[in-house]
T-cell receptor, first 112, second 111 residues
Framework: DAKTTQPTSMDCAEGRAANLPCNHS???????VYWYRQIHSQGPQYIIH?????ETNEMASLIITEDRKSSTLILPHATLRDTAVYYC?????????????WGLGTSLAVNP | NAGVTQTPKFQVLKTGQSMTLQCAQD?????MYWYRQDPGMGLRLIYY???????DKGEVPNGYNVSRLNKREFSLRLESAAPSQTSVYFC??????????FGPGTRLTVL
């Protein structure tokens, strides 16, 4: 599985967009990009995933560069409840192998 | 629909004691996982079960055993607890979709 690199911490003003970058320069053609977040030591929560195209759901948008070597998670209107550690994970989806390899993530602080 | 449940929520053990962490899911998922998370770290996979009746080692299996009792339940056993096993333990499950669903965690301290 490819390795990811994320900034250790970021700040964002409440109501503004939070843009969290992730570098995955060794990603393979069949590997997906996943984003999870963990709020205050709770169990992690799935946010979004993508392969090539940009994706959007009710929580966030995922922008993947054309060469797939990096991506950005966008929280369009950050709230205080979005303060969490955000994990970017790259994983293949072959067969029943659903293991996720977790890095240290980005600690996002949303400030009032 | 409770999702993924874990028991106990907290546990304190003495070195050498044994215990079993319980996990159950009610989403009819095939795959289940056990992770540990040490302070300031990401999650590390201990064991996983791709389907009922199968289990495989993850990154850090030493000192642990698992049992996939049935499709719903996946237990993690510490035979002889060590202080290095002090951690937060998360169970997760996944179905045909792409996301893993996590339980609330068990906070274990080994003295």
């Amino acid at each position: 599985d490819a390795k990811t690199t994320q900034p250790t911490s970021m700040d964002c003003a409440e109501g503004r967009a939070a843009n969290l970058p992730c570098n995955h320069s060794t990603i393979s053609g069949n590997e997906y990009v996943y984003w999870y977040r963990q709020i205050h030591s709770q169990g992690p929560q799935y946010i979004i995933h993508g392969l090539k195209n940009n994706e959007t759901n009710e929580m966030a948008s995922l922008i993947i560069t054309e060469d797939r070597k990096s991506s950005t998670l966008i929280l369009p209107h950050a709230t205080l409840r979005d303060t969490a550690v955000y994990y970017c994970i790259v994983r293949g989806d072959a067969g029943n192998n659903r293991k996720l390899i977790w890095g240290l993530g980005t600690s996002l602080a949303v400030n009032p | 629909n409770a999702g993924v449940t874990q028991t106990p929520k907290f546990q304190v053990l003495k070195t050498g004691q044994s215990m079993t962490l319980q996990c159950a899911q009610d989403m009819n998922h095939n795959s289940m996982y056990w992770y540990r998370q040490d302070p300031g770290m990401g999650l590390r996979l201990i064991y996983y079960s791709a389907s009922e009746g199968t289990t495989d080692k993850g990154e850090v299996p030493n000192g642990y055993n698992v049992s996939r009792l049935n499709k719903r339940e996946f237990s993690l056993r510490l035979e002889s607890a060590a202080p290095s096993q002090t951690s937060v333990y998360f169970c997760a499950s996944s179905g045909q979709g792409y996301e893993q669903f996590f339980g609330p965690g068990t906070r274990l301290t080994v003295l």
